[in-house]
């Protein structure tokens, strides 16, 4: 048996989305820091109910939005302010679906989506 190499792991924590807009980025899952710092942001334990989490996710979007989108899309790179780097977009740059799309597929890759979160639930007696 051989060690994974690290591009091995990498790419295996990161995948291709393609966007209502057509175009396709690459994004990564939410890595144990960018967890803490979304926890920080959001002000709740890491082991805060899911409800409680959900409801500070949606009274700090925009504090959210600034940790989650730069650090989990991967290409194009994304950069929370305008940037004369013709391959950087900034947030202002996204419209309102793809931005959207991306958000949602990212916290389902890292396993917050909606839909995962029911299919924890599931598993709970």
Request: proline share 3%; hydrophobic share 40%; with cysteine.
């Amino acid at each position: 048996m051989e060690t994974t190499s690290a591009s091995e792991y990498r790419a295996g924590q990161r995948r291709m989305v393609t966007l209502p807009s057509g175009y396709v980025f690459e994004i990564r899952k939410m890595s144990p820091l960018t967890f803490s710092e979304l926890f920080n942001v959001i002000g709740v334990e890491a082991n805060a109910s899911e409800e409680v989490a959900a409801e500070r996710v949606r009274e700090n979007l925009v504090e959210v939005i600034k940790v989650v989108i730069p650090k989990c899309v991967v290409k194009p790179k994304i950069a929370l302010e305008a940037s004369d780097d013709e391959d950087v977009l900034s947030l202002e740059d996204l419209d309102m679906d793809d931005f959207t799309v991306l958000f949602e597929e990212i916290s389902a890759f890292s396993g917050i989506g909606e839909k995962e979160t029911d299919d924890r639930e599931s598993f709970r007696i």
